[in-house]
């Protein structure tokens, strides 16, 4: 990896939740549930770090845990040299200056009860509480003028908007304290298909201008392959694949990384139906009881006993930043 | 790039119609009051509870008696003399021991009005803020903040009033108190329960995101969230205050003379329904109107405020 000090160091995060069963005693000892498995990866100053999953795979809950959202058990989040999970909440809040989130649905992101202008105001009432009056509305003007929004629309609630112009909402509210990363938790999911471009050409562009890093978090391949610089696959909340975007969509080397590429439809009828069927079949197992071994293992067409007994480990496999979690990817991959 | 030049286009469009059309925005609470409008019986209620408020306020100068002296020519023949007549400016007539009901009325109506509307208030703010912290913050705290509640609601309230009233004597001051330990009780509930659910909502997320402070969530995200059913359940509660006094100085527990309420009005006029019947009808009709124009007003609220739960 690069000899920079990365920006973002995550290392073997986990995080896990309680879960009480139905009917229990208080004195019941909680079922544990794994939402995220040792997960690590570091993320560069102006990269994008594009995060894919199936839903329920860990991603919103990783995304949280790296801001501090969720309380995480064990490992590591180093930003800028500097461990995020050893500090109190009031040292956290103050981090947050440079660690904004982007969230998946524009219009329940929004407080339906403030202006669109109190709202992306807001975070810098909270840091900069001596920005007032003219300033402050310069600087709400600025931003939303940025985003592409007209600042004589900022006395209008959100329910008068879009979703695409609340969304450019939720964008200049983690833009306004010009932050460093901005993690992106499903920011185009609840949008359509052309107003999901907009917004991710808006996220390209403020982010050559800005100097932004990205962490970019989506269920829609073709999506993360427009923005991102590298990709994670998350399966089960375990890292399966790591690599440079070009890299992975040419030559995926994980067979869920495959399987998910293979899913992905073609938009020509007659090239869509020649494909080869998706050769994954059966449901994500429950976290609340993983696999033994390997986690994908279940629904693994190379699967063999030793998968079951053995945890694979994530590692280079070429060399080059290709980081894959699998026993036989040496032997079958290209 | 073709994003942005489409954009512009649309940018310009968007200024020329802003030119015409106003740029306020249009907040939930506006769009409340146009449909609260809408509805007849709320809006007559609010404007028969405006005039009761200025009955209570005004109403004293209307007449030349006042509600303590007695009205010592009409005494000896009460149930001739004492009729409400326009003649003798005795408008409501007088009560048992010669007094003049009308002003009694307007004084009642000061102590009700006021017992009502404070035991609201006192639910609403202390209610709110005790059940959206307790929600907010959640887990041991907010176990600890609803055993309290629990153990004070089922605290014999009946008895707290009468051990008051025996150490403090028959005090206004005193029935406010025990009236407002009581009313923010289910308030807390309600709004704990509501704010549970607003707690995951995305935008309480967003704010924690940036970095709000748990207190300025509760303040700024939180609570105007709930006020839609806060208020609603206010109005409800005013009548609810209004009866519990009433009760109370039914009992013979709450105001002393020579002040009155309605409640101790109806309780004389209860007594002497026979001979004297408009000791009774007149302050139980302040109270029914006024009961009836709350739960009015509460009902055009909730349709005003929740559109969705009709």
């Known amino acids: ?334 | 790039m073709f994003f942005s030049d489409k954009h512009a286009g649309m940018g310009e469009l968007a200024d020329t119609l802003a030119d015409d059309a106003y740029t306020e925005g249009r907040s939930l609470w506006r769009d409340a009051r146009r449909r609260f409008m809408q509805h007849r019986a709320a809006v007559a209620s609010l404007v028969v509870l405006a005039l009761l408020l200025l009955f209570a306020a005004f109403g004293q100068y209307l007449s030349p008696w006042d509600n303590e002296s007695i009205d010592w020519a009409s005494l000896p023949n009460l149930d001739e003399d004492g009729v409400p007549s326009l003649a003798s400016q005795h408008y409501f007539g007088l009560d048992p021991i010669g007094r003049d009901l009308y002003q009694r009325i307007v004084q009642g109506s000061r102590i009700s009005l006021m017992v009502g509307v404070l035991g609201a208030l006192t639910a609403v703010i202390i209610g709110t803020l005790y059940g959206a912290i307790s929600g907010y913050v959640g887990g041991r705290t907010d176990a600890m903040m609803m055993r309290t509640l629990e153990v004070l609601s089922a605290f014999p309230f009946m008895f707290l009033v009468i051990v008051l009233m025996a150490v403090f004597g028959r005090n206004v001051l005193l029935i406010f108190v025990a009236i407002g330990a009581v009313s923010w009780l289910n308030m807390a509930r309600i709004v704990r329960g509501q704010t549970l659910s607003l707690k995951r909502k995305e935008y309480i997320e967003a704010a924690m995101a940036v970095g709000v402070h748990p207190f300025l969530i509760v303040l700024r995200h939180i609570v105007p969230n709930v006020l839609g059913v806060v208020i609603v359940y206010a109005t409800l509660l005013v009548p609810e205050m209004i009866l519990f006094e009433s009760f109370i100085s039914f009992l013979g527990l709450g105001v002393s003379e020579p002040y009155t309420s309605w409640g101790a009005l109806i309780s004389e006029g209860a007594d002497a329904m026979w001979t004297a019947p408009w000791t009774l009808i007149f302050p139980m009709l302040m109270l029914v109107l006024t009961l009836f124009c709350f739960n009015f007003l509460g009902d055009g609220l909730r349709d005003a405020l929740d559109p969705k739960d009709r």
Not at chain 1, 31 to 53: H, W
Not at chain 1, 154 to 183: D, M, T, W
Not at chain 1, 228 to 255: C, F, I, K, T
Not at chain 1, 303 to 312: F, G, I, N, Q
Request: glycine share 6%; with cysteine.
């Open chain 1, 1 to 334: 990896m690069s000899e920079q000090q990365p920006l973002l160091a995550v290392e073997n995060l986990q995080v896990t939740f309680d879960i009480m069963p139905r009917n229990a005693w208080p004195w019941t000892r909680p079922r544990k549930l794994r939402a995220v498995n040792n997960v690590s990866f570091t993320l560069n100053e102006g990269e994008t770090l594009g995060i894919v999953g199936e839903s329920g795979c860990g991603k919103s809950t990783l995304a949280r845990a790296i801001m501090g959202m969720v309380p995480s058990q064990a490992g590591k989040v180093v930003w800028l040299g500097e461990d995020l999970r050893g500090l109190n909440l009031k040292q956290l809040r103050k981090r947050r200056q440079r660690l904004q989130m982007v969230f998946q649905d524009p219009l329940a992101s929004l407080s339906p009860r403030m202006t669109v202008g109190d709202i992306i105001a807001e975070p810098l009432r909270t840091h900069y509480p001596d920005i007032k009056g003219t300033e402050l509305r310069e600087k709400v003007d600025a931003i939303m003028d940025r985003v592409g929004l007209h600042s004589h629309q900022k006395n209008r609630y959100p329910h008068e908007f879009s979703g695409g112009q609340c969304q450019r909402v939720g964008i200049a509210r983690a833009l306004i304290l010009e932050p460093k990363l901005i993690i992106c938790d499903e920011p185009v999911s609840a949008l359509d298909v052309s107003v999901q471009a907009q917004v991710i050409n808006l996220l390209k562009n403020l982010q050559r201008e800005m100097g932004l890093s990205l962490i970019f978090i989506a269920h829609d391949l073709s999506v993360v392959k427009h923005i991102s610089d590298r990709v994670m696959v998350l399966y089960l909340g375990n890292v399966v694949e790591n690599a440079p975007r070009a890299e992975l969509y040419a030559a995926p080397q994980h067979p869920y990384t495959q399987a998910l590429m293979a899913a992905v439809p073609i938009p020509d009828p007659g090239r869509e139906r020649a494909k080869p069927p998706a050769e994954l079949d059966g449901d994500l197992p429950s976290p609340l009881d993983p696999p033994s071994g390997c986690v994908f293992r279940t629904r693994c067409p190379w699967a063999t006993e030793y998968c079951s007994k053995e945890v694979p480990v994530l590692e280079d496999k070429t060399g080059a930043g290709h980081w894959v979690a699998c026993h036989y990817v040496e032997k079958k991959g290209k």
